[in-house]
């Protein structure tokens, strides 16, 4: 990787990736290779991606885009799923179950808020932040057992 | 989200995140809502997990290990393609493409390094590194975008 | 698996089948609507067919055919893990895991089985065999729950 | 097929699987392998959730849930086409076409129920019934050929 | 491309695509709204990919571009079959299979060719041929009933 | 269907379809083993499906025809992204880049055309027909490499 122009800003996203892939951090694994690569943050972006759907929703008054904001937000919804169940069968192992024992709870709790009883069957924002906190919990987690 | 410490640490993926969603950070978007949330880190997180299949199929000589990792490349190399060509058409614009002339090549670039002619046909790590690299490119385009 | 009553008939599966759906019987749930429709025998099919392919992968000696024994092997794997992940977010509710206390365990050990660790990565036909014991122990937990 | 005895027991599906799954049961073929793995059950599971998606939609005055309910009906009816084509390719050979002559004519009806003139255009549950029935009609042919 | 045998009939697929064009035909039909738009020459496109990547597996004897090979010829004759049941299933009404009696036979036969026992199992290109001539047959018909 | 401009010129689609099925046309790639086999066609017969089902959106009064059409839309928007997508980055090479200076741009205001800025957020058939025109002049220049 060739030289880099100083990093203006701590907060730029550039600056934090390189972090996150700097030698000493041990990362990743969610291709059931396995690859060895997994990440919380994909689960994150897309329960972003949820919450922004929600508030373009209650923002419009078009009933074609209220009605397209409902399906993005059904399938991010599901990505959420999808990225979350890997992690939990995939990344986790007994002795993180042991370490942690409310993880199990966390996830099906996350998953149930991705689901048909969250962010898929409610426009409410407050459902989607809710599920932001999940993922957020169980990313503490995971970088802890990184470390 | 409050102001941060400077980096001095071997901070963890959760730090790093927090910092990605503090409100000064602006947000993103991938699903033709648009919802506005995009991020070159879903690219080279799949460009991560490339990277990784081909280091497992030089590490083992196992036939059906190796055969799963080179569909695993073909599966994630696809993803890298998908995420870079979202990005492309969805998050950037025509006074983007002004500012930075060589920002087409540069995609153009990158998807071929994830096609046929580069992490698909090939178990080379060295084209998968030239892969991650031309991301980095983007992804400092991108942010420099978002300032 | 349990031991089971001496089967009395050779009852076909087409009378199995109308009994499943006759009026009196309760069924299931698995769309996020939720339209209420889940049944632990979607995950069963794909993990016999799993297993299928495995025999067929060791009776083989062409190495195209062997090559894609391991792919079908791959989705159907992956097609398991998605009907045991639907179960345990979306059919089971918090007093099922209360009633049930192994069956956090029991779905992370079943999806387990059926991902690199388990199916994905062997062609051993008792991995198989210990996937389909353990969807049979959440079968019968699921009917337990539908009484 | 005999004549069937009348349905005596409240039998729960629980011990239905475990027939349906006992060593003397013939099993069967879905993927292309062909693994050899097939069931009319798979169509049969994705045209009641297209039933109960129905019935919600009505039950339901909520315009999103409606939008979200006709959705499903949508996916779960591309399933059923799905199961059903690979039955009349994958499963079917020349000679039980010429044993059951109405084969061909009961596919192509119960997929075209399942399509845009059938459960996708309509939110009539009858038109749902109709094509249960037909799917009943083709797992009673299915399990004769089994014999 | 080499020099090819001289176009011996009409019915080849330059003159049907000349026809799907031509000012008087009307268009066509493949979503299930419907839209109307449907057209056989999404299916040859990918069975013209299958015969290509069979061409391709035997002009190579890197074993895991072959194994690509296999795999690209996998998907792209899981394509052929979705085409071909979509037309047959969406478009063909059943005035057009009393009109053409065959109209069954031809799609069985065509869609067996792009699976297990067609293109699927085998690298011969003889068998992709046969599959192209197939979809030829029924492209005839299609355009026979546009007129 | 409305009554049309005559065609003004030889570059319309009818005409290149002429071109493509011609004997001296080599064909074709587009699955990334590669296969060779590309074609305009693909992504032109998403987009006269996009458009006929915003005229069938128009023609409707029933919310639920018209919640189907808009997903319809959506749908094959993304499929008409995806097949241009795959012509940017699979078939075309540098030096059709420096021929056809325009092309980087061309793709990329058509691919935003069959976007959240164009078709997916738009039931106005004039946005389908600009999206089309602009696949014609891709479909032009591609025919025009293939001399």
């Known amino acids: 990787m060739p030289a880099k122009k100083p990093a203006k800003k701590p907060e730029n996203m550039k600056v ?13 694994a969610h291709c059931d290779l396995p690859c060895g690569v997994y990440d919380p943050a994909q689960a994150k972006i897309e329960a972003l991606s949820v919450k922004a759907a929600m508030e373009k929703y209650h923002a419009s008054s078009d009933p074609d885009f209220k009605s397209r ?16 169940w890997v992690l939990w069968t995939d990344y986790f192992k007994p002795n993180h179950f042991e370490a942690y024992p409310q993880l199990h709870t966390l996830f099906n709790e996350a998953t149930k808020l991705a689901g048909a009883a969250g962010t898929k069957g409610s426009n409410d924002v407050a459902v989607a932040e809710k599920l932001l906190a999940k993922i957020d919990e169980i990313a503490d987690i995971f970088w802890a057992t990184k470390k």
Chains 1, 2, 3, 4, 5, 6 share one sequence.
């Not at 934090?16 to 990743?28: D, G, H, N, Q, S």
């Not at 904001?69 to 979350?84: D, F, G, I, Q, Y």
């Open 16 to 28: 934090l990736m390189k972090r996150i892939f700097a030698p000493r951090t041990t990362v990743f």
């Open 69 to 84: 904001a409902v399906a993005v937000k059904e399938e991010r919804s599901h990505h959420v799923k999808e990225h979350l």
